[in-house]
């Protein structure tokens, strides 16, 4: 539900071997403009988008990575061991769950290892989470905030570190903490993305155990949702109990877990 609001083809290597006499040349054809999911009109503000369609039984995983300097600070003392939840992408690979990650730059920077395992695997998508996990509004939590002036630097610096990894990019993107605002907005338009929210809060970061997370999730869950869930260690260290209940507990009641661009793009 939307609530507001390239690849160059490759060169033919035979375009210019002469045809044979007798044999009539073959026309050339041009392959079509790839498409990037999530993309929108730079000349519109970017659509928010909460849900797919409702009338779908599909579910969309997503896993945002979350690095701030604090976080960065932190690991580098030693007072958290890590911020990348590696079972989580361990059960995701063994179960086959398309999932799709939210990454913030700075996290990107921190685990290139897990960017190249997460690259690697055609069912997991990369989104864009910000740089350092700043946040958008004046009042977002404790996230403090980015310059107006620097936001659409800051999302773009983020595209230019993940996009060399390859694998499934998009230019889907979540706000930290999911706070914007018309300002907001306005600042990331000429970036042609689409901003996506979520309709189910698994309620991961600093949960205390791991049943409360499945219970939101799956009394909430319905056709055409976006689950938020978190894939660090440090701040979210239930989510890799949880999650086999949950991908269990959606397919059990007959929901098909796809990327968001599965969910979303026609």
């Known amino acids: 539900m939307v609530t507001a609001g390239c690849s160059t083809p490759t060169a033919d290597p035979y375009s210019s071997v002469p045809s044979f006499p007798g044999k009539t040349a ?15 009109d730079p000349s519109l503000p970017p659509p ?14 997503t896993f945002d990575a979350d690095m701030t300097a604090f976080m960065w600070d932190q690991l580098d ?17 063994q179960e086959r769950v398309p999932a799709t990650f939210f990454v913030a730059g700075m996290w990107a920077q921190r685990y290139p290892e897990h ?49 060399p990894y390859g694998g499934n990019q998009s230019r889907y993107f979540r706000f930290p903490g999911g706070c914007y605002d018309d300002t907001a907005l306005q600042a990331l338009q000429p970036l ?4 996506v ?19 939101a999730v799956l009394s909430t869950a319905q056709a055409g949702s976006i689950v938020v869930l978190h894939c660090n260690e440090g701040n979210a260290q239930f989510t890799d109990e949880a999650l086999p209940d949950i991908v269990s507990g959606l397919r059990d009641r007959g929901f098909e877990l796809v990327t968001l661009s599965q969910l979303l793009e026609p």
Not at 48 to 61: N, Q, T, Y
Not at 78 to 91: C, K, L, R, T
Not at 192 to 195: F, K, L, M, S, Y
């Open 77 to 93: 003392a030693g007072e958290v061991e890590s911020q990348a939840n590696v079972a989580i992408f361990d059960h995701l690979e």
């Open 26 to 40: 073959e026309p050339e054809t041009e392959e079509p403009e790839a498409v990037i999911p999530g993309a929108s």
């Open 197 to 215: 929210q979520w309709d189910v809060v698994s309620g991961d970061p600093f949960a205390t155990a791991a049943r409360p997370l499945v219970d």
């Open 192 to 195: 042609g993305v689409t901003v």
């Open 48 to 61: 928010v988008v909460e849900s797919g369609d409702r009338s779908d039984k599909r579910i969309a995983l």
């Open 115 to 163: 960017m190249e395992r997460l690259a690697a695997n055609p069912d997991f998508q990369f989104a864009n989470h910000s740089y350092e996990h700043k946040g958008f509004t004046d009042d977002c939590y404790d996230l403090g905030k980015i310059d107006t002036a620097d936001m659409a630097d800051d999302v773009q610096k983020t595209f230019d570190i993940i996009e």
